[in-house]
């Protein structure tokens, strides 16, 4: 497994960016997709994003051409970058690695990732 850690969340308005950073240690960062997911209270995590070993992205179509999912290997680093922001983003969101090493599907459910960061919270205000 590898180790997550999340930071970059905060308050801010609604229409505005905030830009998430989830760092890795462990197992060879490069070899494995990262995702991006969000929970907000009372509601089940959700898949947001997520950028394969390859370095091609995907996303949910809640956030699609909002923000993007990028990362920097020579750092074991991924980054959420969030533009337009809406309050219905608000949530506490995960990084998580992939569980399949060199994999070139599509992770878009919970069990496809087993290692998770602690989470960083995003408020949107109206």
């Known amino acids: 497994q590898v180790q997550l850690v999340e930071s970059g969340g905060g308050l801010v308005q609604a229409g505005g960016s905030l830009r998430l950073s989830c760092a890795a240690s462990?197992?060879?960062?490069?070899?494995?997709?990262v995702g991006w997911f969000r929970q907000a209270p009372g509601k089940e995590r959700e898949f947001v994003g997520a950028?394969?070993?390859?370095?091609?992205?995907y996303y949910s179509d809640a956030v699609k051409d909002r923000f993007m999912v990028s990362r920097d290997n020579t750092k074991s680093m991924a980054y959420l970058q969030m533009n337009f922001l809406k309050p219905e983003d608000t949530a506490v969101y995960y990084c998580?690695?992939?569980?399949?090493?060199?994999?070139?599907?599509?992770?878009?459910?919970?069990?496809?990732?087993?290692?998770w960061g602690q989470g960083t919270q995003v408020t949107v205000s109206s």
């Open positions: 998580a690695a992939e569980r399949r090493k060199y994999y070139s599907g599509t992770s878009r459910l919970l069990d496809d990732y087993d290692s």
């Open positions: 950028i394969r070993w390859s370095i091609s992205t």
């Open positions: 462990g197992r060879a960062f490069s070899s494995y997709g």
